[in-house]
């Protein structure tokens, strides 16, 4: 959600040396170890607790909320790319996992359809006939995305 700040400017004094080497822009830490629920707080500044640095207000109330997020676990059968044509090469297993984080909200909005995953033969080890499960592509408000497992056994006929 947005960040919302009251006020969303505060007026900081002190010596031209000091405020000469903050930019137009500040950064106000929160100091929270985790946030798991809304944030609803005055934050100070942070500012130095020397040379009469002082801002006018002390401190902006600070505000958003969070999102919680699940890790799943969606089953899927990579896309063999460039094998050839007469089935002489195949993928062993092409069952794989395709393990992502999503807003919480959304978890019943995603299917394996939504992911695409392919090993390619030109990609293949020749030292332990594997290929990379590559991530081609995955929905936009998913992160994290992984395949489980990354490489697969090529077999020969």
């Known amino acids: 959600s ?13 010596p031209t040396s000091f405020i000469d080497t903050l930019g137009s822009d ?21 500012l130095p607790e020397a040379f009469d640095i ?20 969606l089953n899927a059968v990579v896309e063999m790319q460039n094998f050839p044509a007469d089935s002489s090469v195949f993928v062993a297993n092409p069952d794989i996992v395709i393990r992502f984080v999503v807003q919480q909200e959304l978890r019943e909005e995603y299917f394996a359809e939504d992911f695409k995953v392919v090993v390619d033969y030109n990609l293949i080890n020749a030292q332990d006939s594997t290929a990379p499960a590559i991530l081609v592509f995955y929905p936009e408000h998913v992160i994290e995305v992984e395949t489980i497992p990354d490489s697969l056994n090529i077999q020969y006929e």
């Open 26 to 46: 500040y950064i106000i830490e929160l100091n929270a170890a985790s946030i798991d629920k809304r944030f609803d707080r005055y934050v100070k500044l942070g």
């Open 54 to 73: 002082y801002s006018n207000p002390p401190t902006i109330k600070v505000d958003f909320d969070v999102d919680r997020f699940d890790r799943l676990d």
């Open 2 to 14: 947005p960040v919302r700040l009251d006020p969303d400017t505060a007026r900081i004094y002190g």
